[in-house]
């Protein structure tokens, strides 16, 4: 599945279109709007659907970590606070690692790195993929039943891949930043229920990312809240040093503190 900047203009026109829905009113989130400090602590499993890889870009052989070690599942976890910096700007922090490895054979002979790995021989694989962001959102609509925010992301990578057979390892890093656009809507069907839609992406003419994840969160009291949702990851780098697409799927469960 491939995210282009076109569909993710759609996804926000839609957004907006679903706002223009609700009429203005007071919010069913008063609570909420006055606790201007949020802390998010979310952990689940994912599933790789896609993980290719080809290092360096021109001259490697392409091969699949989902196929080598397995689609999952696997745990993962990350963190997330928001500041409210009042009733139209905000900030927010992420802490997301994210970690998969296991063992495998691959199926041909394979150029990683610089390193020849043999066909049908154990190989221990790791895909390392920990991400660290820090954005700002501006709410640009806020009625009765909806708050939509805009906004846009500072998205540090920490990525690695690397292969081991018996004495030959090869393994490549990279740390880099990207900046991502963010939107958000929030529905409100009644004071404690919440949907959640988010969405941090980007999309150029070497790579795109995207992080789009949906939630159904409910208010346990007024300082906390628990959701459950889906999240996908999907993205990667095509140039000469490395080709690396993946599309990673996951169910969680995150608990909400407000104060």
């Known amino acids: 599945m491939a995210y282009t900047s076109a569909s993710m203009t759609r996804l926000a026109i839609l957004l907006l279109l679903c706002a223009g829905c609700s009429a203005p009113g007071s919010s069913l989130s008063a609570h909420r709007d006055a606790q201007p400090f949020r802390l998010d602590l979310e952990g689940g ?14 001259g490697g052989t392409r091969f ?17 606070g928001d500041w409210d910096v009042d009733a139209r700007h905000a900030v927010r ?4 690692p994210l970690e998969v490895d296991g063992t495998g054979s691959l199926p041909s002979a394979t150029v990683f790195d610089g ?9 221990d694989a790791k895909y390392r993929f920990n991400s660290y962001r820090l954005g700002y959102r501006y709410t640009y609509l806020h009625t009765e039943h909806w708050r939509l925010r805009v906004g846009g992301t500072l998205f540090v990578r920490d990525a690695e891949v690397e292969l081991v057979q018996g004495a030959t390892r090869a393994s490549d890093s990279n740390v880099g930043l990207v900046p991502l656009a963010n939107f958000a809507a929030e529905f409100y069907p009644s004071e404690d229920w919440r949907i959640v839609a988010e969405l941090d992406g980007l999309a150029s ?11 159904g969160s409910y208010d346990l009291t007024e ?14 780098a095509d140039n000469e040093d490395v080709f690396s697409f993946a599309w990673l799927n996951s169910v969680f469960a995150s608990l909400e503190l407000r104060f």
Do not use: C
């Not at 499993?45 to 021109?58: S, T, Y």
């Not at 003419?205 to 939630?215: C, E, H, K, N, P």
């Not at 300082?223 to 990667?236: D, H, N, Q, W």
């Open 45 to 58: 499993a994912l599933w790789q659907n896609r993980n290719d890889v080809r290092i360096p870009g021109e």
């Open 223 to 236: 300082g906390a809240s628990l959701s459950l949702g889906y999240r996908t990851i999907e993205g990667g």
């Open 205 to 215: 003419g070497q790579g795109r990312a995207v992080d789009f994840s949906l939630r």
């Open 93 to 96: 922090a992420v802490i997301a």
């Open 64 to 80: 699949s970590i989902a196929d080598l070690i397995g689609e999952g599942e696997y745990p993962i976890w990350r963190v997330t």
């Open 115 to 123: 390193q020849t790995f043999a066909a049908g021989t154990p190989t």
